[in-house]
Nanobody, 116 residues
Framework: VQLQASGGGLVQSGGSLRLSCTAS????????MAWYRQAPGMDRDLVAD???????DYADSVKGRFTISRDKANNAVYLQMNSLKPEDTAVYYC???????????WGQGTQVTVSS
């Protein structure tokens, strides 16, 4: 497994979760690390990403509530999700681009369910 994601679960509205994703050491020269999400019947959309030099970008729907961070030494990316809403319910996927953006890898997905 090249990308291992974890941290999903069931939480009440207003709660918090922290997702983690670790890339195997076989993935080198990582550029951008990102989190996407896909709700049933919907497209997979970008939630947040972080570049090699630390620049971050967020979907408008999560700005001010989610924070993406990266641990370059451990090839890991995290997503701290606060003030969760039922509309945040989805399967969350991590994605890594490497090799000068030549290669892209997806994690297996982790379910986040927010109850009202």
């Amino acid at each position: 497994v090249q990308l291992q994601a974890s941290g999903g679960g069931l939480v009440q509205s207003g709660g918090s979760l922290r997702l983690s994703c670790t890339a195997s050491t076989s993935i080198v020269r990582i550029n951008t690390m990102a989190w996407y999400r896909q709700a049933p019947g919907m497209d997979r959309d970008l939630v947040a990403d972080v570049t090699d030099d630390g620049r971050t970008d967020y979907a408008d729907s999560v700005k001010g509530r989610f924070t993406i961070s990266r641990d370059k030494a451990n090839n890991a990316v995290y997503l701290q999700m606060n003030s969760l809403k039922p509309e945040d319910t989805a399967v969350y996927y991590c994605r890594v681009q490497s090799g000068g953006y030549q290669y892209a890898y997806w994690g297996q997905g982790t379910q986040v369910t927010v109850s009202s």
